[in-house]
């Protein structure tokens, strides 16, 4: 109930390319959806998230897609720079019993090929 | 403004012996969490605080370990004794009244190797 599938492990993309990232989860509690980003030798950041009142965010060229029908949910890295090479979470989280505090997928190794 | 600040950055020690990660977290957070990070397991929430009171302590693995909060600005997680298998980087991350349903601010991880 309370995992957060991603996938997939690591992800080679080249520069210009689109990356996308999958996650999904079985409870029904979660409503909130962050993304973090990590660098290697530093700690998680957050990058965008998303409510399930939208089925679409985006930030410059980072997009979260929300699927609630299908308990899915994705990010998409348009236009992958180099820069964008890191490791990336999807978590989930709600506001009743257990599903409090942020359950995070198991990460995705991002390499954007120069 | 800083960010949440943790100590020792890096840990070599031995088995069997105590280990202390401090952590400061960002003025006037109410929320603080322990996390631990592994090749295996990913990042598992070990210990929140709310307003210094433990609130889910479910995720800390044994009785090994233990956390406190004595004031708002310091949090220690300490493993006593330590195992091998306790190898790994711990963050410590503060969040301001939402819990986990709002944005977690993460130090840098204290990254501990245990021989």
């Known amino acids: 109930q309370q995992q957060v599938k991603q996938s997939p492990q690591s992800l080679i993309v080249q520069k210009g390319g689109i990356s996308i990232i999958n996650c999904a989860y079985e409870?029904?509690?979660?409503?909130?959806f962050p993304w973090y980003q990590q660098f290697p030798g530093k700690g998680p950041a957050l990058l965008i998230a998303i409510r399930p009142d939208v089925s679409e965010k985006k930030e410059g060229r980072f997009t979260i897609s929300f699927n609630k029908s299908a308990k899915q949910f994705s990010l998409h890295i348009m236009d992958s720079q180099p820069g964008d090479s890191a490791t990336y979470f999807c978590a989930a989280s709600g506001t009743s019993g257990s599903a409090r505090q942020l359950t995070f997928g198991s990460g995705t190794q991002l390499t954007v090929l120069p | 403004d800083a960010g949440v600040i943790q100590s020792p950055r890096h840990e070599v020690t031995e088995m069997g012996q105590e280990v202390t990660l401090r952590c400061k977290p960002i003025?006037?957070?109410?929320?603080l969490f322990w996390y631990r990070q592994t090749m295996m397991r990913g990042l598992e929430l070990l210990i929140y605080f709310n307003n210094n009171v433990p609130i889910d302590d479910s995720g800390m693995p044994e009785d090994r370990f233990s956390a406190k909060m004595p004031n708002a600005s310091f949090s220690t997680l300490k493993i006593q004794p330590s195992e091998p298998r306790d190898s790994a980087v711990y963050f410590c991350?503060?969040?301001f009244g939402t819990g986990g349903t709002g944005e977690l601010f993460f130090g840098e991880g204290s990254r501990l190797t245990v021989l």
């Open positions: 409870n029904t509690a979660f409503d909130y």
């Open positions: 003025s006037g957070h109410d929320y």
């Open positions: 991350a503060s969040s």
